[in-house]
């Protein structure tokens, strides 16, 4: 229900960006609360499935034999890397949001040019918090042998 709510409100946002542009105004009527809309959708649909992805790896996590513990470090981290990039997303757009709705013209302006370069760390962020994870494995193996 939250990604159907989500995609129409996302599409209803963008039409609206047409409209406004085809009629030469600067916002459509109603387009802040569809932005809202959209805003709340998706910061629901990314903790969700932040959650349960998060549950799903901690369960695989848990049934890991005791002889192998050092696996479960590796699943650990991939729990706080999600739990980290998808708590910096919700948390821009949730400010995004509440500067729309503050009608501070001026920062959320500031905000559309700072929204692609967020939703672009996100996944870097897990990507450089893993390969680190596992460049410091293999270093700490090489340093025993």
Known sequence: MLLLGMTISG??????????KREGVLVVKGFDRWLMAASIFTVGVN?????????RIWCIGKEIPIK???????????????IESGGV??????????????GMKSAAIILSYV??????LAPTWIVIRLHSLSSQQSFTTKSHC
Do not use: D, E
Not at 11 to 20: G, K, P, Q, R, T
Not at 68 to 82: G, P, Q, V
Not at 89 to 102: G, L, R, T
């Open 68 to 82: 192998m513990r050092k696996a479960s470090r590796r699943y650990r981290a991939i729990i706080h890397a999600l």
């Open 47 to 55: 903790l969700v499935v932040t959650i349960l992805l998060c549950w």
């Open 115 to 120: 929204m692609p370069q967020m939703v672009g």
């Open 11 to 20: 599409l209803v946002v963008v039409a609206s960006c047409f409209v406004a």
């Open 89 to 102: 997303y919700s948390a821009a757009v949730a400010i995004q949001a509440i500067v729309n709705v503050a």
